[in-house]
């Protein structure tokens, strides 16, 4: 299974634009479902073989190979405090673009880890709420909003805030440490 962002390979009129800002990947953890907008996505890969990584955040899962890049994988279900997602076959590895500190155009690439994947779906901007003061099992600054879908809620994820600076300082160790460890 694999998406790739289809505004990497051309350009997009205004109207294309407008709809991949509505349009959100579904998953799963832990029976919840989540989205991320899919402009943050960059493929979706089935879970295959992940390095784990000494003395790193219980939610830092390890780091995989792509194409001969090292990427970390965060176990979101760890990160939003439950236990440690149990691999099956319907595991994947989202992996996003986050916006890195050290240049406008610059992104760090990262792995999430979810139960399954379900589908991309369409959230208009309007149908975005604000998310709950309470009730949620996540922390608040977690979440961009509660998208309505029908007569159900997904939460959408706020991508940025799910990593705090010094979780980005963690990661940028990993891609370091890395790199050293290829260079011996």
Not at 60 to 68: A, C, F, K, M
Not at 81 to 86: E, I, L
Not at 113 to 136: H, K, Q, R, W, Y
Request: glycine share 8%.
């Amino acid at each position: 299974m694999n998406l790739v962002k289809s505004h990497d390979t051309h350009q997009e009129s205004g109207e294309d634009n407008a709809d991949a800002l509505s349009q959100y990947l579904s998953f799963q953890i832990k029976g919840e479902s989540y989205a991320i907008g899919i402009l943050s996505i960059r493929e979706i890969i089935q879970y295959g073989r992940v390095t784990s990584v000494p003395m790193m955040p219980d939610f830092i899962h390890g780091v995989i190979n792509l194409r001969g890049a090292v990427v970390p994988v965060i176990d979101l279900a760890r990160r939003f405090g439950k236990s440690a997602t149990q691999i099956n076959r319907r595991t994947c590895v989202v992996l996003i673009e986050l916006p890195n500190e050290g240049g406008e155009n610059e992104t760090q690439l990262l792995g999430l880890l979810v139960d399954t994947v379900n589908e991309v779906v369409d959230i208009p901007p309007e149908a975005v709420l604000p998310p709950p003061a309470f009730g949620s099992r996540i922390r608040s600054d977690f979440i961009l909003g509660m998208g309505k879908l029908a007569d159900d809620f997904i939460i959408v994820l706020n991508v940025p805030r799910i990593l705090s600076r010094g979780d980005m300082e963690w990661v940028n160790q990993l891609d370091h440490s890395a790199l050293k460890a290829d260079a011996n």
